[in-house]
């Protein structure tokens, strides 16, 4: 008899599919330990559905004898019942491969949905900006989604070059995967501790802003607003003082001053554009604008007058202070005794030079070196070597290094109750033999960062497995983070080692060529910057083989000794249903708590292969 009942959901609504002889046989593999590169979901092997009027109908298939055609890849939300137990559940997907005299589909199960959600554009994903100046910044706040630390950005064998100050933009690893997750409707679940990964940071490797860095300055607070024209290769600074653009007095009689300093960070030219326009109607009111060299005394640029519009172009050294003043005065005739005079000041400040301070607004999505989110997630899992399991029910990520078995395992000894027993399911035949190897490691098995081939470097860690029988070496997989080395700079006279990221080519001028992300740790300590400025942190590179070291331990207890089996098993549509891999079952034969490596072929009421590995 057949039990099963596959149903798909069309127009909102879910209508029943026919199977015909063919039974769904499933695969239930959240996460094979041995494969860590792939992070498979739940699968079906391939099922044939007959071409019958109702699933014509369903699937929007003419009704024909003669029917041969290559579907485009399609997924259907679809639900697949036995025995009125859910075998794939929420965040399903029925996938029509091609129709020709059957329609040939799969099902993906478990970690699919999530996966097929966040397999999208970085750019999507809202992970905020900032306005890269100094008076925007927090340089030792590392609680919100970004920080500035102390690095390097040249190649290691030149000599280190620094831009107004060596500190540099970095994005929380765990702020930006939490709001990943987040803004694709589930909630994070982790058994890493804040301490392991909150101080963890993707460096910035793109620097050029957007077009919408352009921002007002606030006169009265004496600070500068800059940023980065990628086109002009020009840094621009607007001042206004209400954040508005207007400088406004209301004395009847005399003058008032509004003026901003400006200091320029190295030698270059600087070319200050001005325009005044008389908003008041009162004839009298005049605007007079000044500019001064602050450093020499020198005034290098004045005029009065009801409309104003100047470009002037000065040779300034570094550390130079120009004052820009906008002067309103009020002449008293007759009986007029006090009038409103508003004047409206555009100021431009640009500089061109070889040497370009790099400020601007950036946004962290496009420019921490992913194309996709899913890219972005699988690394994040790939860093910590997490075993990753959605519940589309409660729209949960759970992202858990093997440790998590570990604590489960001791939690079932604790409390026998919340075991899964298996030992009466095993079907004793030979084929029960416990193995001492277990496929798809090495003696050696090793992890790599992406080869960094501006600074010849390479990192990478691994882990052995003592087993003869093995290969002698493996590559589980190569992160996109990019290697990376410290190298030691001097720092407010300290020699500190902070983290070199090549994003910068010295050749005639200084210019920026982006790269590939760094993974780095930001300090907890800081550093003060001068005499009095901020504090900032130190980013130095996390490597892999610490990576390894701290979190791959559950892992590496597993394959230390490994005992591993490929038993067959009575298992019922509710043992399929209730089937958690984060629960080692017990087997009494064996007189062990093992993990639950993949079921295969699973078809209800028939013996199933199952893949355990003792704990």
């Not at 390479?458 to 497995?465: A, E, I, L, Q």
């Amino acid at each position: 008899m057949n039990n099963y009942k596959l149903y798909i959901q069309k127009s909102g609504s879910w209508s029943i599919v026919d199977l015909g002889d063919d039974k769904p046989a499933m695969n239930y593999q959240v996460n094979n330990i041995a494969e860590l590169k792939d992070r498979q979901c739940d699968y079906s092997q391939a099922l044939k559905l007959p071409l019958s009027k109702n699933n014509c109908i369903l699937f929007d298939i003419p009704e024909s004898m003669d029917v041969v055609s290559n579907i485009q890849y399609i997924k259907i939300p679809c639900r697949l019942y036995s025995n009125e137990s859910l075998l794939a559940g929420p965040g399903s997907f029925l996938v029509i491969d091609k129709v020709n005299e059957f329609i040939e589909v799969a099902i993906l199960s478990g970690n699919a949905d999530f996966f097929s959600i966040i397999d999208r554009p970085m750019s999507e994903l809202d992970l905020g900006s900032i306005l890269r100046d100094e008076a925007s910044i927090d340089p030792a706040n590392f609680t919100d989604m970004y920080c500035f630390a102390y690095c390097s950005y040249s190649t290691y064998d030149e000599d280190p070059f620094v831009y107004i100050q060596m500190s540099f933009p970095f994005i929380n690893l765990k702020k930006a995967i939490t709001e990943l997750v987040t803004q694709n409707g589930y909630t994070l679940e982790t058994n890493l501790l804040d301490a392991q990964w909150n101080r963890k940071a993707i460096s910035i490797y793109a620097l050029n802003p957007s077009s919408d860095s352009f921002a007002p300055f606030n006169a009265a607070a004496s600070k500068a607003i800059t940023f980065y024209d990628a086109a002009s290769q020009y840094i621009r600074l607007d001042i206004s003082n209400d954040g508005g653009g207007l400088l406004t007095q209301q004395n009847a009689l005399g003058y008032s001053e509004q003026a901003v300093d400006y200091k320029a960070p190295i030698d270059c030219d600087v070319t200050i554009s001005v325009t005044a326009t008389r908003t008041s109607a009162f004839q009298y009111d005049m605007c007079t604008l000044v500019i001064k060299n602050m450093t020499s005394g020198d005034i290098l640029y004045t005029d009065e007058g009801y409309n104003l519009s100047k470009s002037i172009t000065i040779s300034v050294s570094k550390d130079t202070v120009i004052r820009l003043s906008a002067y309103r005065h009020c002449i008293h005739v007759g009986s007029i005794t006090l009038k409103t005079a508003t004047f409206h000041v555009n100021s431009v400040f640009s500089i061109k030079a070889d040497k370009v301070p790099v400020f601007g607004r950036l946004h962290f999505s496009n420019n921490i070196g992913f194309d996709t989110q899913l890219d972005l997630f699988k690394n994040f899992v790939q860093l910590f070597g997490l075993t990753v399991g959605i519940d589309n029910e409660t729209k949960t990520v759970k992202a858990y290094t093997m440790q998590k078995l570990y604590d489960n395992k001791q939690k079932l000894y604790d409390n026998k109750a919340i075991a899964k027993d298996w030992s009466n399911k095993l079907h004793d035949v030979r084929a029960n033999d416990i193995y001492n190897v277990i496929p798809g490691y090495a003696q050696s098995n090793v992890i790599k960062f992406t080869p960094n081939t501006i600074d010849n470097i390479t990192d990478s860690g691994s882990f052995s497995v003592n087993q003869d029988k093995l290969d002698v070496t493996k590559e589980l997989f190569t992160m996109k983070f990019e290697s990376g080395i410290d190298r030691n700079i001097w720092i407010v006279d300290t020699l500190t080692p902070v983290a070199n990221i090549p994003l910068l080519t010295l050749d005639a001028i200084k210019d920026f060529k982006g790269g590939n992300p760094h993974i780095v740790e930001i300090s907890t300590s800081t550093i003060q910057s001068g005499d009095g400025g901020p504090f900032y942190s130190v980013a130095t590179h996390v490597k892999a083989q610490t990576l390894i070291d701290t979190f791959y331990t559950g892992l590496i207890n597993m394959l230390t000794s490994p005992k591993y089996a490929e038993a067959m098993f009575f298992l019922s549509d509710q043992d399929i249903e209730e089937f958690n891999q984060e629960i080692p079952v017990y087997v009494q034969k064996y007189g062990h708590y093992f993990y639950v490596n993949k079921i295969v072929n699973y078809i209800s009421g028939q013996l199933t292969k199952c893949q355990i590995i003792k704990l």
